[in-house]
């Protein structure tokens, strides 16, 4: 059969090395270093499972003082948003009753002259 490939020589039947860079290859030995102990560790006596902490009441219980807080905190925030709105608004109310007592102080003149 025939084949496009060309003959085979000596040097394409060596494999390429590959190019790793040095802090990408993993080392092969520990180098540098003592060698590993491995300790083995003395099994504790098994106390009884703990029964968990985190049960439905706590998390009710925290999401309420949570809620409380976070209730609290806006109550502030709006009183005091409503406390400037109403102080701007009677400042409003203030300056347009100045502004008709001046105006029915122009009329009056206005009709005096007559």
């Known amino acids: 059969m025939f084949s496009l490939r060309p003959a085979a020589t000596a ?3 060596v494999r390429p090395r590959r190019l790793v ?3 990408l290859q993993l080392p092969a030995a520990r180098s540098f270093s003592a060698p590993a102990v491995v300790e083995k560790k003395a099994e504790a006596p098994k106390a009884a499972p703990k029964k968990s902490s985190g049960g439905f009441g706590s998390r ?3 999401f ?3 809620f409380a807080l976070a209730s609290a905190a806006s109550g502030y ?3 005091f948003k ?3 709105a109403s102080e701007e608004l009677a400042a409003m109310v203030r300056e347009a009753a100045a502004r ?3 105006i029915e102080r122009r009329l009056a003149a206005l009709e005096g002259k007559k």
Do not use: C, D, I
């Open 60 to 62: 009710v219980k925290s």
């Open 21 to 23: 860079l040095p802090m």
């Open 82 to 84: 409503v406390q400037l």
């Open 100 to 102: 008709q007592a001046q």
């Open 77 to 79: 925030a709006l009183f």
């Open 64 to 66: 309420a003082v949570g």
């Open 11 to 13: 040097a394409s039947l």
